[in-house]
């Protein structure tokens, strides 16, 4: 696809655009910025040879090298302690997690080393580390949680959370070039089911720190992330096509830093708000930005706060039990209606 612009000169500068899934988004960003800046470099488990575990790394082995391309040992604490290591070196690595709940045994490293080195030293671990999140693809309770608000309360970290291919893009590349520790949550169900025509010849680069307004409204604030933006939008469509309201959807992108003013002036607008996660509701973000609307914006709010999230348990194998478990367009749109009608 091309759309074709002329200059004021007369002469026509063209835009070329290709259709890229939330998948071939990490991995243009990855691969650009390891061809601008020769600090950039991946490792993990199996990300050489074999791609890694979705084959998102395929081709970086042959393209960039042994040196830049670096399987590791099975040893999640191991491979984030050599990343702090070199990261103190001027280097940037990017980890990869094959499937992010394998970042638990990295924990001690992550909180108390790259979190906090900063702090203590006045020097920062510039690192990223990547990997597949969430439910939906019946993977079981070891390979499908969304483990962000473990991260939640230490101070020194980054966490991201795109919800389009373009996102998943200009914030990795953001993420990249952040002089501090970034966790970067791909959700994996979004990996190949996600597409959008991005232009191969300009630079996409999208800020830390800012939440994107998905859908406009006047009438309820859907509060969200993820793979969650896209069930959100589907229910916000069928309440304005058999309701007439009108949702407004923000996706947060970042989550730390989380930008509060953004949610919080679209609830002054609209009066009522609803916090949609995946993640278990006891402990979940949603908690958080209740406590904030509750400080900044209680006088505006025509309603009660709800929260649609997951349940309080493992995530189940069984795929009719994983749907009950996971928060689905019809929670949404039960829990928006009952707001509108409050």
């Not at 996706?251 to 278990?280: C, F, M, Y």
Request: with cysteine.
């Amino acid at each position: 696809m091309t759309i074709e612009t002329r200059e004021a000169s007369g002469q026509d500068t063209r835009s070329h655009f290709k259709e890229t899934t939330y998948l071939e988004a990490i991995r243009e960003a990855m691969w650009e910025e390891m061809k601008t800046d020769p600090a950039v470099f991946i490792m993990g488990e199996d990300v050489g040879a074999y791609g890694g575990a979705f084959k998102v790394t395929e081709g970086f082995l042959d393209e960039f090298g042994s040196s830049r391309v670096i399987d590791t040992p099975i040893s999640e604490a191991a491979i984030v302690g050599a990343a702090i290591g070199v990261a103190h070196m001027g280097f940037k690595p990017i980890v990869e997690m094959q499937f992010i709940d394998f970042i638990a045994p990295a924990f001690d490293m992550i909180v108390n080393f790259a979190a906090k080195v900063r702090y203590r030293t006045g020097v920062g671990a510039s690192l990223v580390i990547r990997g597949p999140c969430g439910g939906g693809a019946h993977s079981g309770p070891f390979h499908s949680q969304n483990v962000e608000s473990y991260f939640a309360n230490v101070a020194g970290l980054k966490m991201v959370a795109p919800a389009t291919a373009r996102d998943a893009k200009g914030l990795l590349r953001a993420a990249i070039r952040d002089p501090d520790p970034v966790l970067y949550f791909e959700h994996k169900f979004l990996y190949r089911r996600v597409k959008e025509m991005l232009p191969t010849d300009e630079e996409i680069l999208v800020p830390l720190g800012v939440a994107r307004t998905h859908r406009t409204g006047s009438d309820l604030t859907i509060v969200t992330y993820g793979a969650m933006v896209h069930k959100a939008a589907d229910a916000a469509e069928r309440i304005a096509e058999e309701d007439g309201a009108q949702i407004e959807i923000l996706d947060l992108r970042t989550l730390r830093p989380l930008d509060s003013e953004a949610i919080i002036q679209s609830v002054r607008r609209t009066g009522r708000v609803l916090i949609v996660h995946e993640a278990p509701r006891f402990g979940g973000f949603a908690g958080e930005i209740t406590a904030q609307l509750c400080e900044e914006a209680f006088e505006f709010l025509d309603a009660p706060i709800r929260r649609v999230t997951a349940l309080d348990t493992p995530i189940p194998y069984s795929p009719p039990l994983e749907d009950y478990y996971l928060p689905q367009t019809d929670d949404i749109v039960k829990a928006s209606r009952w707001l509108l009608a409050y």
